[in-house]
């Protein structure tokens, strides 16, 4: 089955600058890459994902960026703000069929202002 | 509120009580799942279902285990003979098709 490695397991870094979470998955056949954020006592919510046909995507502050070859994926959060503080999960799945998510092990996030 | 939804949002129970739970998902949606998160760790995927067919169950699911998803609309997970290893976060979540799976507020279990 898949299996999906995610680092670091705690960041800090000061209001302003960017952060970075990297991911490795295992499975070839794994095509769909999204995040989700999980604030305290929250639920995860996704904030942005990417299929296996694009190397990278945007979405305003925040890109994610796929090597399929290398099988890893990052997660690139800019001008970070202390709201981005929270939890943030990778996850990989195969985009047709079973499709339940396989979840990395979380990256606390603290934006220190 | 139109998301998905479960209850309770906490129970506690002793060791060896049956509970269950249930998870009201996002009405258009077709496709339900079940995760389990414990503390400092990433949801893991149980079981889930597309309409009232229960398509996949994980190794983690062991046979005290078992949910359900009568008419394709909500879901229920009972677990038999709850244990401390139980004890978790458990999420359901909901997509229409392969779409965005969308996660419920998750219902805290404690096995005292």
């Known amino acids: 089955g898949e299996n999906v490695e995610q680092h670091p397991s705690t960041l800090s870094v000061q209001e302003g600058d960017s952060a970075v979470i990297k991911c490795t998955y295992s499975?070839?056949?794994?095509?769909?890459f999204p995040w989700y954020k999980q604030e305290l006592g929250k639920r995860p919510q996704l904030i942005i994902d990417?299929?296996?046909?694009?190397g990278e995507k945007k979405d305003q502050r925040i890109a994610v960026t796929l090597n399929k070859t290398a099988k890893h994926f990052s997660l690139h959060i800019t001008e970070t703000q202390p709201e981005d503080s929270a939890v943030y999960f990778c996850?990989?799945?195969?985009?047709?069929?079973?499709?339940?998510?396989?979840f990395g092990s979380g990256t606390r996030l603290q934006v220190q202002p | 509120d139109t998301g998905v939804s479960q209850d309770p949002r906490h129970k506690i129970t002793k060791r060896g009580q049956n509970v269950t739970f249930r998870c009201d998902p996002i009405?258009?949606?077709?496709?339900l799942y079940w995760y389990r998160q414990t503390l400092g760790q990433g949801p893991e995927f149980l079981t889930y279902?597309?309409?009232?067919?229960?398509?996949?169950k994980s190794r983690l699911l062991s046979d005290r285990f078992s949910a359900e998803r009568p008419k394709g609309s909500f879901s229920t997970l009972e677990i038999q003979r709850t244990e401390q290893g139980d004890s978790a976060m458990y999420l359901c979540?909901?997509?229409?098709?392969?779409?965005?799976?969308?996660f419920g507020p998750g219902t805290r279990l404690t096995v005292t």
């Open positions: 979540a909901s997509s229409f098709l392969q779409g965005e799976q969308y």
């Open positions: 499975d070839s056949a794994s095509n769909y």
């Open positions: 990417i299929r296996s046909n694009v």
């Open positions: 996850a990989a799945s195969q985009d047709t069929g079973r499709r339940a998510l396989t």
């Open positions: 009405s258009e949606h077709n496709r």
């Open positions: 279902f597309q309409n009232e067919a229960q398509l996949e």
